[in-house]
């Protein structure tokens, strides 16, 4: 059982920047980032391979957030910038048992408890 731990979220100003990571307590394989907002569906934000060579985005944030890991200290980061309101939401981190990257919440079998991202107009 490999157990996930997100960090990093805060409330920031549009504009601003934060940087989330995902500490997790054994091996993983493809790595992924999700959210949900208040009365929404979880949704993919991005998703990147062991190896850290293949990444996947969300059309939403793309040029903004960058997924990234040291699969040596089994820690997975979301660097996000040019944040705006509606990226408001709990960030979710989710790992998979196989390599191959997804942006299904149904292909992740580990989930972390989520950190709170707000970001004020």
């Known amino acids: 059982q490999v157990q996930l731990v997100e960090s990093g979220g805060g409330l920031v100003q549009a504009g601003g920047s934060l940087r989330l990571s995902c500490t997790a307590s054994g091996r993983t394989y493809g790595m992924g980032w999700f959210r949900q907002a208040p009365g929404k569906e979880r949704e993919f934000v991005g998703a990147i391979s062991w190896g850290g060579g293949t990444t996947k985005y969300a059309d939403s944030v793309k040029g903004r957030f960058t997924i990234s890991r040291d699969s040596a200290k089994n820690t997975l980061y979301l660097q996000m910038n040019i944040l705006k309101p509606e990226d408001t939401a709990l960030y979710y981190c989710?790992?998979?048992?196989?390599?191959?990257?997804?942006?299904?919440?149904?292909?992740?079998?580990?989930w972390g408890q989520g950190t709170q991202v707000t970001v004020s107009s």
């Open positions: 989710a790992a998979r048992r196989t390599n191959a990257v997804s942006e299904q919440s149904w292909d992740y079998y580990y």
